[in-house]
């Protein structure tokens, strides 16, 4: 599997940290999939760029919210 592109965030949730993140990766057979990333291990290497909200930036915390749509969770952004 090849890591083509990922992109998300890291915030603080109800529970510790939360992260939301997005990958396409290939196989072996050069098929494309995607989708939202639970947890992976890196084999060999991947270049990972993180930035820091500065304290002038919107800080961004997750807080479970009540819902009945098709059973799925959702969060408020706070920032």
Do not use: C, W
């Amino acid at each position: 599997m090849e890591l083509l592109s990922m992109q998300g965030n890291l915030a603080p949730g109800p529970d510790g940290a939360f992260t939301h993140i997005h990958i396409v990766a290939s196989d072996d057979d050069h098929v494309v999939r995607g989708g939202h990333l639970f947890e992976a291990t890196v084999e060999v290497t991947a270049e990972i760029h993180m930035r820091e909200l500065d304290e002038g930036d919107a800080t961004m915390v997750r807080k479970a919210t009540e819902s009945d749509f098709f059973g799925l969770s959702f969060y408020d952004l706070e920032g």
